[in-house]
T-cell receptor, first 111, second 115 residues
Framework: DSGVTQTPKHLITATGQRVTLRCSPRSGDLSVYWYQQSLDQGLQFLIQYYNGEERAKGNILERFSAQQFPDLHSELNLSSLELGDSALYFC??????????FGPGTRLTVT | AQSVAQPEDQVNVAEGNPLTVKCTYSVSGNPYLFWYVQYPNRGLQFLLKYITGDNLVKGSYGFEAEFNKSQTSFHLKKPSALVSDSALYFCAVRDNAGTASKLTFGTGTRLQVTL
């Protein structure tokens, strides 16, 4: 168990809908990262937050947004969902910026 | 831009034999390198890292990795494979741009250990 929690584990929704994925980092970790894992794109970095502030942005679509709250948990919002957004979404956290510890992921299925 | 390559989609090895999973990297500056393992329907588990120091890095579950600067490689090794080591292995490199520390992953290598 990495200490990073993600909810929900599974999410099934229809095209055009909006969902929110939630992540709680390990105790004491200030950085939160979001990654997307799909068969065709592999593991892709989406966005990083550090102590509430956006720190780095990767291949994140404009339809996607994230935030980190004062208690350091983070949410990833996905809107106007398309079939191609179906993937595993991972949250990770770190303290010194070296190794990152990953949560179990949220499997999103868009139908 | 930094990148890592895992040239083998799958590695097959018999239990008890040594295993090697290959990774090469491309970075500007000093590389920060990592290996992760993913079991079915699970998140990624950190195995080991190279930041600086000894070229042979020891990690979890008996795994080790050899950093070779001249060959820009960071191969994962284990002296004696177990069936339970069968999983998907990812090599990753860390972005060293200031406080941004995203990981760039390779495409993954599936390790199959058979009896």
């Amino acid at each position: 168990d990495s200490g990073v929690t993600q909810t929900p584990k599974h999410l099934i929704t229809a095209t055009g809908q909006r969902v929110t994925l939630r992540c709680s980092p390990r105790s004491g970790d200030l950085s939160v990262y979001w990654y997307q894992q799909s068969l065709d794109q592999g593991l892709q970095f989406l966005i990083q937050y550090y102590n509430g502030e956006e720190r780095a942005k990767g291949n994140i679509l404009e339809r996607f947004s994230a935030q980190q709250f004062p208690d350091l948990h983070s949410e990833l919002n996905l809107s106007s969902l398309e079939l191609g957004d179906s993937a595993l979404y991972f949250c990770a956290s770190s303290t010194q910026g070296y190794e990152q510890y990953f949560g179990p992921g949220t499997r999103l299925t868009v139908t | 831009a930094q990148s890592v390559a895992q040239p083998e989609d799958q590695v097959n090895v018999a239990e008890g034999n040594p295993l090697t999973v290959k990774c090469t990297y491309s970075v500007s500056g000093n590389p920060y390198l990592f290996w992760y393992v993913q079991y079915p329907n699970r998140g990624l588990q950190f195995l080991l890292k190279y930041i600086t120091g000894d070229n042979l890095v020891k990690g979890s579950y008996g795994f080790e990795a050899e950093f070779n600067k001249s060959q820009t490689s960071f191969h994962l090794k284990k002296p004696s494979a177990l069936v339970s080591d069968s999983a998907l292995y990812f090599c990753a490199v860390r972005d060293n741009a200031g406080t941004a520390s995203k990981l760039t992953f390779g495409t993954g290598t599936r390790l199959q250990v058979t009896l």
